[in-house]
């Protein structure tokens, strides 16, 4: 609307030129970062060391890429990775529904108490000996359920599931009931089709979630083999963090060459595995915006 | 389509399903099969397969980059190793960890006491843990191990030549916990051992025909002439000394007679002294404060977190002195210029009637901890284990491997080929599958070596070695690590120590850091000086005084 004096009114040249200026800025600030780390993966190793090059590559430098290319270990990770996201995914997305549904019925007797006794989880973890031991008693330790099973169950998604589900009209429930629907039945040909973007919203975070995810993989999964991508990651990056003044003298000189060999790589590396993330985001964000106003609204 | 659709997802599914069944299997499959090669059921069960006991070990992988233990099948020297072992019937079972990883898997799996290794690496541990762990019951006295079981060889030989590394590990209780590694340095059969000092850019003093400064104030003068000549050449005055000198042990302390830590130890005189209370340490901040001033000190390594700033710095040929090793080999080869070189100096002069310190690293060295915990119920076992680890047969195929592979005999004394030395070739033994034992499986034992410059000096540049012959028997000298000089902290010791040593050394770390920067005065120093007394630091000198008198008294 125009506003009588006012040259910043909604849609004027110069609002526009400002919101322009603005959003560019923000992107570039978003932007950046990662750009700044992909002119690193192509630089020398030493112009990757000094981080003095900024907006263009010193030199082109495949090295780092071709050593990625070539890093078997890189590669199982990565297909450990694919596996884990793909498995939670579908898993998170059946028990948040599975346990959704019935929290919408108003005829579940006790409804109240199971919100209440699931929420109580959602505030109070266990703590990571006790974790461990229930791990270790299952013989999870060292074994990729370890991995997918805690992170196939999520009270936060199942709450937000049940608050979409609730904002599905109830008549329609009942209009299926009185044409003979089970609830197996009003479930999936009636919740499911309307629930897409809750259901999108669930598995984008699920997959960003367990594409990220590597602390239990360091807790619960030793074997190189398991390993997912990010354990992979941080151990490229983490070995080079070393105070090499508190180090023995023979032992300081092992750690320089681990350094000169893997400053480069880590850039690549970084560009490398995030990548599926960069790509897939896009596909999910038109779902991921709306499924999430419509849950934070209406909850 | 729905069909379709539905039809695709439950295959997936199923797909999904079976690779993760697979896949866990095979993690399965793979400890079970470790287990069946390494002899069967383990000691910690009483298992004893056909009279072989197993011992089953926890331990991190190795730290070098190319050699790695989880291909040690692959390389001859292990066999050597296996062998050893079963001639005293016993067999590995071993849990390999990556580095990165360890820290976190030891301290859940002791915490937990689930699934306890035999025997494991402990290093990543603090003692207040290990000694907590110690007193829960968790570890086992190495000690009893040593004296009652196997056949004595070993605590004989650990009494005679690392005497030392016992009482840098003895608790309160007299009993030993864990087992470190232990290193004596020797240069001409007289104990000696290398320093850490301030180096300087050898090739920009010839550049800019200067002389090595002999005291600090040519000290000062010369790395102006760095900066205002361009040493480096780069049109940029941007020539600076790199390093952190928000702790002591920086060489530059050193010039003014100060000790390397908040509690350091003066070895002539076997006294343990803070910094803040010598001689010297106000001219010590008034100098760094005028290098400041001078934008000489790079004031944006103060208390750096870690070494990545200094590596960039030194990555743009922008460092013209650092404080390292005297006969380091490492830092040249990552100076993007042309044949840079160091000249390690000093100790220098700075203050009249203060004689300069050098930081040497001790000559006995005892770091890295190994224990026995109490699943391993089979102890006569482990006595026959470290039987093994200290017998003449394992240290020669550990710190030489095999004859005509890694080393030859030279006037009948075993010497490594030049090829095992060259650190350079690590990656290329690796792939030839050639290894001494040390390189890999230097994670899996404590051992101990009996090291003899002479090997370090042949190796480096000329001036390098000509430096360290030069300060050998320099005095007076400080450890720039003080634990291989100090008993175990007793219990109480060990509390206090925890309760007043995170503030003392950020009050320390703060302060030195704004007197440098100039933003505290050192008019000042008595309210200063109150504070320290105050946070503790008095009674934390006389905790190490104590920890030095018991170590020397055992």
């Given amino acids: 609307m125009k506003r009588k004096g006012n040259i910043y009114y909604d849609g004027s040249r110069i609002g526009n030129c400002l919101i322009c200026i603005t959003a560019t800025i923000l992107a570039f600030i978003c932007v950046y970062p990662m750009y700044y780390v992909l002119v690193l993966s192509l630089s020398s190793p030493k112009a990757a060391i000094a981080m003095n090059t900024y907006l263009i590559p010193d030199g082109l430098h495949f090295d780092s890429y071709r050593v990625i290319m070539k890093d078997m270990t890189m590669w199982r990770a990565y297909g450990n990775t694919l596996l884990y996201v793909s498995i939670t995914t579908v898993l998170m997305l059946v028990t948040c529904v599975l346990a959704a549904y019935p929290l919408t019925s108003s005829r579940l007797a006790g409804k109240k108490w199971l919100t209440v006794y699931l929420l109580i989880p959602m505030y109070f973890g266990g703590g990571l000996i006790p974790t461990y031991l229930v791990m270790s008693k299952l013989h999870l330790y060292n074994n990729i359920w370890a991995i997918i099973l805690p992170g196939c169950f999520s009270i936060w998604n199942i709450i937000l599931t049940r608050t979409y589900f609730i904002s599905i009209p109830e008549s329609l429930r009942e209009a299926a009931k009185i044409d003979g629907a089970s609830h197996f039945q009003i479930m999936t040909r009636i919740y499911l089709p309307v629930a897409k973007p809750i259901i999108a919203v669930i598995a984008i975070y699920t997959i960003v979630g367990t594409w990220n995810s590597w602390f239990n993989a360091m807790v619960y999964l030793p074997n190189p083999d398991l390993q997912p991508l990010q354990l992979y990651l941080r151990r490229v990056l983490v070995q080079q963090t070393v105070d090499l003044t508190k180090l023995p003298m023979e032992e300081v000189e092992a750690a320089v060459i681990r350094n000169m060999s893997n400053v480069q790589l880590k850039y690549a590396m970084i560009i490398f595995t995030t990548l599926p993330v960069i790509f897939a985001y896009p596909f999910f964000q038109k779902h991921f915006v709306k499924g999430v106003m419509l849950g934070s609204l209406k909850g | ?554």
């Fill in chain 2, 1 to 554: 389509m729905k069909e379709i659709v539905k039809r695709t997802l439950a295959v997936l599914l199923a797909s999904a399903a079976v690779v993760s069944l697979a896949g866990c299997g095979e993690g399965n499959t793979q400890t079970s099969q470790s287990s069946i090669s390494s002899g069967g059921s383990s000691a910690a069960n009483g298992g004893d397969t056909q009279g072989v006991s197993t011992i089953r070990i926890l331990s991190s992988e190795t730290d070098n980059p190319y050699i790695k233990l989880e291909d040690r099948e692959e390389y001859e020297i292990w066999g050597y190793l296996e062998k050893l072992f079963a001639d005293k019937d016993l067999a590995l079972d071993i849990e390999i960890i990556p580095v990165d990883q360890y820290q976190v898997v030891l301290q859940t799996r002791l915490a937990s006491a689930n699934d306890l290794p035999d025997y494991v690496n402990l290093t990543p541990m603090d003692d207040t843990t290990a000694l907590n762990l110690a007193t829960n019951g968790t570890l086992l006295p190495a000690n009893d191990i040593f004296e009652n079981y196997g056949d004595g060889s070993a605590w004989e030989f650990l009494k005679e030549n690392a005497d030392f590394a016992i009482r840098a590990s003895t608790a309160e209780d007299g009993n030993m916990y864990w087992i470190p590694n232990a290193k004596s340095t020797y240069y001409q059969d007289e104990v000696h051992s290398t320093c850490q000092i301030i180096a300087i850019r050898k090739d920009w003093l010839e550049k800019l025909n200067l002389d090595a400064p002999e005291n600090a104030e040519d000290f000062v003068a010369v790395m102006k002439a760095f900066r205002d000549q361009d040493a480096n050449g780069n049109g940029v005055a941007d020539e600076i000394l790199g390093f952190d000198p928000s702790v002591f042990l920086n060489g530059i302390a050193q010039w003014f007679g100060l000790g390397t830590d908040l509690a350091s130890i003066d070895i002539q005189n076997q006294k343990v002294v803070s910094p803040w209370y010598q001689d010297g340490v106000k001219e010590y901040f008034s100098y760094l404060n005028r290098l400041v001033q001078e934008n000489i000190l790079d004031t944006t390594l103060i208390g750096a977190a870690s070494s990545d700033p200094l590596n960039q710095k030194m990555a743009e040929n922008k460092v013209g002195a650092t404080f390292t090793y005297a006969m380091q080999k490492w830092l040249e080869p990552s100076i993007k210029a042309e044949d840079p070189q160091f000249l390690p100096i000093g100790p220098l002069p700075a203050v009249e009637g203060i004689t300069p310190v050098n930081a040497i690293e001790p000559p006995f060295l005892a770091w890295k901890k190994w224990a026995f915990t109490k699943a391993c119920t089979d102890l006569d076992a482990a006595g026959r284990f470290l039987d093994v680890i200290y017998s003449d047969e394992y240290r020669l195929i550990s710190d030489f491997g095999i004859e005509g592979q890694t080393y030859d005999i030279v006037d009948g004394e075993p010497k490594l080929r030049d090829d095992v030395i060259n650190n350079s070739l690590w990656e290329k033994m690796a792939e030839d599958r050639i290894s001494t034992g040390g390189y890999l499986w230097g994670s899996l034992f404590p051992g101990y070596s009996r090291v003899d410059m002479s090997n370090e000096i042949n190796d480096v540049e000329p001036w390098k070695s000509e430096y360290q012959l030069e300060v050998l028997d320099y005095q007076p000298t400080h450890p720039d690590n003080p634990n291989p000089y100090l008993a175990l902290p007793t219990e109480e010791q060990l509390e206090r120590k925890a309760d007043i040593i995170t503030d003392l050394e950020t009050y320390s770390k703060e302060l030195a850091a704004n007197l440098i920067l100039g933003n505290e005065s050192l008019d000042d120093w008595d309210t200063y000086m109150e504070e320290f007394k105050e946070l503790g630091l008095d009674e934390y000198l006389e905790i190490v005084q104590d920890q030095l008198d018991r170590f020397n008294a055992q």
